[in-house]
């Protein structure tokens, strides 16, 4: 049986990608993540007791607890997406990016380098190591164009440049030492089980409390959205028939300005959660100062995938967003517990029911 680590697997992503393995596949998990304040087990509820899913509250910064779980588990591969991996958060303060995302991926590296040198030689051979990115590393996108594999790294914000270092890490642990590694970058994510501070659940979150929908700028700036599952699947992809070396860019090919967003949230809100007063969420919008060093677009060339792997996303932006919309609605515990910060009550607890260390 193929055993995979899947670090970050208890966030937004990593746990799509969790529940989409254990549903779909007969890889066995290994799901390390330290818990931070965007590591949710509610998450993982629909998988949390599956044979094929093993827990592990790990730090990967930790070199001794990787090296236990290395030698504990002899994974086959593992995926990588254990970051810090909010803007505005890097904005106000980088150094947990820097710690997690540059650090924690070389530590990673090192440990997993250290164990792959152990395995023989056809091991050595299938294992990967594969890391999961951002098309923010290539920077800022004027109005026309995409980003490609071979686009230069321009990264502008702590923590795109976080994730550029933790890119070039990866690549030189293949180019220096043979590692086998895979590098994928994909564009903004949306879906269920997304912490309410990016953009959309943070929109869908504040409308349901009558909260100001606060657009930053002019609402123009541009982003290309991708739902998580469709992630998830390329991601598996990669990892099963990637070649070693190569970056893969990942990309739902559905630009939208932040404004067309925010108003396709308020038009799925106002037929799926009427207002009593019959008036529309789109008057809780507001334009707020702009973000630092804002990014202007970004947009994925998603060709490369498409042709050499057979990817393309299933859902449609609005398929995807209506979704999601319906799945917030249906799952107002699992935000009302992130608000309360009663998931972490609830982690808690939950360690104390399962042994989790
Ligand atoms: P997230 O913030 O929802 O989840 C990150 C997870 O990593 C959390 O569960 C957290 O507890 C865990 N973590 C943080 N620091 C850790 C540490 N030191 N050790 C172990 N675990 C730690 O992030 P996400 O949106 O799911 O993103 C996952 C990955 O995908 C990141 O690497 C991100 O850069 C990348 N990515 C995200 C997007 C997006 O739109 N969200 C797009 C492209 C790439
Ligand atoms: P975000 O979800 O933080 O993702 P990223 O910065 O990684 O692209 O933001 C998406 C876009 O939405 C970005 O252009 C910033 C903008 N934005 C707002 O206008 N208001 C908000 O409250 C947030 C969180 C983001």
Redesign the pocket.
């Known amino acids: 049986m193929t055993t995979v680590f899947v670090?970050?697997?208890?966030?937004?992503?990593?746990?799509?990608l969790v529940r989409l393995l254990i549903a779909n596949s007969d890889w066995r998990i290994i799901n390390?993540?330290?818990?931070?304040?965007?590591?949710?087990l509610e998450s993982l509820a629909a998988v949390a007791d599956h044979p094929r899913h093993v827990f592990s509250r790990?730090?990967?910064?930790?070199r001794a607890a990787l090296d236990r779980l290395f030698a504990e588990h002899r994974p086959d591969g593992v995926i990588?997406?254990?970051?810090?991996?909010?803007v505005d958060r890097s904005i106000h303060g980088p150094g947990?990016f820097i710690?997690?995302?540059i650090s924690?991926t070389f530590t990673l590296l090192e440990a997993a380098r250290g164990y792959w040198l152990g395995l023989d030689d056809s091991a050595k051979a299938a294992f990967r190591f594969q890391?999961?990115?951002?098309?923010?590393v290539y920077g800022s996108l004027g109005a026309t164009g995409l980003f490609t594999e071979t686009t230069p790294y321009s990264p502008n914000s702590p923590?795109s440049a976080s994730?550029a270092a933790?890119d070039h890490l990866v690549r030189a642990w293949m180019h220096t030492y043979g590692l086998p590694v895979l590098v994928?970058?994909?564009?903004?994510?949306?879906g269920p089980?997304?912490?309410p501070e990016?953009l959309i659940p943070l929109m869908i979150n504040n409308a349901l409390a009558a909260k100001p929908l606060p657009i930053y700028g002019r609402g123009d700036n541009v982003r290309d959205w991708?739902y998580?599952d469709d992630?998830a699947e390329a991601l598996r992809l990669v990892f099963e028939r990637g070649v070693p070396g190569e970056t893969y860019n990942?990309g739902g090919g559905a630009e939208r300005t932040n404004l067309q967003v925010v108003d396709s949230l308020c038009r799925l809100l106002d037929l799926q959660r009427p207002r009593s007063d019959g008036r529309s969420y789109s008057e809780l919008k507001r334009f707020v100062a702009d973000r630092p060093g804002h990014d202007q677009r970004y947009a994925i060339d998603a060709g490369k995938i498409a042709r050499e792997l057979g990817w393309v996303p299933r859902e449609s932006f609005e398929s995807g967003l209506a979704r999601t919309v319906a799945w917030y609605l249906a799952n107002g515990d699992w935000i009302a517990h992130v608000e309360s910060g009663e998931y972490q009550h609830w982690l808690e607890k939950n360690y104390a029911e399962r042994g989790v260390a």
């Open positions: 670090t970050g697997g208890a966030g937004f992503i990593g746990s799509a390390i993540d330290k818990l931070t304040y965007a590591g949710n790990s730090d990967i910064c930790d990588h997406l254990a970051a810090e991996s909010h947990e710690a997690t995302n924690g890391h999961v990115s951002t098309d923010e923590y994730k933790s994928t970058n994909c564009s903004n994510n949306y089980c997304q912490f990016k991708l998580v992630h990942i």
